[in-house]
């Protein structure tokens, strides 16, 4: 177990003799994140449910073959779903012990959100869902031999470095999206559509993937500190969001890899 200063955990930790409960476990922490993907499961089921009912039916907004439609109701539930996200984890940031309710909210929005996001890909660029999925898998695999074979250890620097990065590439984000929907034809807007189509926008995606494989890592040293210094089981709910939060953002960031890769080619 690394021993650093995470002021959620040392909060917690503080927490701990209070209760009178079962401790954390592993076994706890896997049983929470399989939850939380089985909720993001309802969450392409629901996708799908919402996209069969309004077949032939619901305002088409965009289609750009005869087997791709968006539905105008689809596109709402997109943004929608966009919000309860972005509300549900900034409570679950700051409210762990919220996050058995919000998780959960996050984990059902989240499925149809990235469902939404993939068939979008996968229209554009063929077999591109899968390869992202396979890649998911593999590096989380490799992310967590790294860190179960010592090779990697992460201090609090590391902490800082990953969120600050995060955190800058967070709001960078949101000012683009601001002035792309006031100004969408700015010089501003047009230089940044044209770093991301070229060689630099495949070194960003890069950088992006990088930084959610730093975030798993992360997620592994949560959950071993959260089993080793007896927290209550309780926790393990803190645990198991950190590391599903980072499988989709690693998924979504290979996605947007593959997708400039193949527009290069």
Not at 93 to 99: E, L, Q
Request: with cysteine; hydrophobic share 55%.
């Amino acid at each position: 177990m690394n021993d650093y200063n995470s002021p959620i955990l040392n909060k917690l930790d503080s927490y701990a003799g209070y209760y009178e409960t079962e401790r954390a476990s592993y076994k706890g922490v896997l049983s929470k994140v399989l939850y939380f993907m089985a909720l993001i499961g309802l969450g392409i089921a629901g996708f799908f449910l919402l996209h069969s009912m309004l077949a032939d039916k619901g305002a088409v907004i965009a289609t750009q073959e005869k087997n791709f439609v968006i539905y105008q109701t689809e596109m709402l539930a997109f943004i929608g779903c966009i919000v309860i996200i972005l509300v549900s984890s900034l409570i679950s940031s700051f409210k762990p012990m919220a996050i058995p309710f919000f998780g959960s909210v996050y984990a059902c929005a989240t499925g149809y959100w990235v469902t939404f996001i993939s068939r979008t890909y996968a229209y554009a660029y063929g077999g591109i869902v899968i390869e992202a999925l396979v890649l998911t898998a593999l590096l989380v695999g490799v992310m967590a031999f790294i860190y179960f074979s010592g090779l990697v250890k992460v201090t609090d620097q590391m902490r800082t470095i990953v969120y600050s990065v995060f955190g800058t590439m967070f709001m960078g984000s949101l000012i683009y999206m601001l002035i792309y929907f006031i100004a969408p034809n700015s010089g501003l807007v047009r230089m940044v559509s044209a770093v991301n189509n070229g060689p630099l926008g495949i070194v960003f995606a890069v950088l992006g993937v990088a930084l959610a494989c730093f975030f798993l890592i992360i997620d592994f040293d949560t959950i071993v500190n959260v089993v080793e210094r007896g927290l209550d089981r309780q926790y393990e709910w803190y645990a198991a969001y950190g590391l599903v939060v980072s499988i989709v953002y690693l998924y979504v960031r290979l996605l947007r890899l593959l997708a400039r890769l193949n527009r290069r080619n």
